[in-house]
C-alpha cells in the first residue's frame, strides 16, 4: 500500500508540507494532540540521551527540517552541525534563521545523494526512517556504518494510539499516490541498518512517546572515542 512516487513528488510533497507541519507540531500548545505532543516528547527525550556526547563533536542530523533541533543541540558546545533534507523549502528556512551562526551548515538532499559521513561524530535523524523504504534504509546504514548515531522510527506494535494514527494517515495518503509513513519491527531496523549486534542497540519507548521508539548506540560508546 506504500507509494512508488518519483523523487520530485516526494519533493513536492514535503516543500507543500513540512514548514506547516512544523508550525502546527512545535508552536501551537493549547489544541496540540496526543500525536504533536509525542512528538516534542520525542525531541526532549532525544537531546537528553544525546547531551552527555554533544561536546565539541561534529554532528549531523538526516531530515533536519528547518533546523528546530538545531537550536537545542548548539546549546552543547557541538564542534559543527550539518543538517540535511529532502524539502528545498524547509532548507532554505534553515539557512536564512542560521545564517549567523558559523558551526551551521544545511544542505538539500536525499538519502540516496549523500555521500559517506567521514568527519560525522554523531548521526542523528528524527522521524526520516518512517519516511524510507527497507533498500533506502539498507544505503543508509552502509553510509553510516560504525558510527554513533540515534534514530526515532514508528514502531509496528499492538497499539490503539498507532492504528488510530494509521486511519489518519490512510486518509490523507487517498490524496498522495499512498505516499505515507511506515512503520518498523525493531529487529527489521537492527538489521537494515547494518547495526552489530556489538553494538549494544538500545531502544528507548514510554507512554508519553506513544508508538514512537528511539534507536541508539551512544550509550556504550566512550566519550572519550567518539
Not at 532554505?92 to 561524530?121: G, M, T
Amino acid at each position: 500500500m506504500f507509494s512508488s512516487q518519483s523523487p520530485s513528488s516526494k519533493k513536492h510533497f514535503w516543500d507543500n508540507k513540512i514548514l506547516k507541519w512544523e508550525e502546527k507540531s512545535y508552536l501551537k500548545k493549547r489544541s496540540r494532540q496526543h500525536f504533536q505532543s509525542s512528538l516534542i516528547e520525542r525531541q526532549k527525550q532525544s537531546l537528553d540521551i544525546l547531551a552527555p556526547y554533544l561536546e565539541n563533536k561534529v554532528v549531523y542530523e538526516l531530515a533536519c527540517g528547518s533546523g528546530r533541533f538545531a537550536k537545542d543541540l548548539l546549546k552543547y558546545d557541538i564542534k559543527a552541525y550539518n543538517g540535511y533534507d529532502f524539502s528545498k523549502a524547509a532548507i532554505s528556512k534553515a539557512q536564512q534563521d542560521f545564517q549567523q551562526h558559523p558551526k551551521v551548515n544545511f544542505y538539500c538532499s536525499d538519502i540516496n545523494q549523500l555521500e559517506d559521513f567521514q568527519d560525522a561524530d554523531i548521526v542523528i535523524s528524527l522521524g526520516l526512517l518512517d519516511w524510507l523504504t527497507p533498500a533506502e534504509i539498507k544505503i543508509l546504514g552502509q553510509k553510516t556504518i560504525g558510527l554513533p548515531c540515534l534514530h526515532s522510527f514508528s514502531e509496528k506494535k499492538i497499539s490503539l494510539k498507532r492504528y488510530l494514527h494509521r486511519l489518519y494517515v490512510l486518509q490523507y495518503g487517498l490524496f498522495n499516490s499512498l505516499y505515507i509513513p511506515r512503520y518498523y519491527k525493531r529487529a527489521e531496523l537492527s538489521s537494515s541498518l547494518q547495526i552489530p549486534p556489538s553494538s549494544n542497540i538500545e531502544f528507548y519507548t514510554n507512554k508519553t512517546l506513544g508508538f514512537s521508539c528511539l534507536l541508539t548506540n551512544l550509550t556504550h560508546h566512550d566519550r572519550t572515542v567518539l
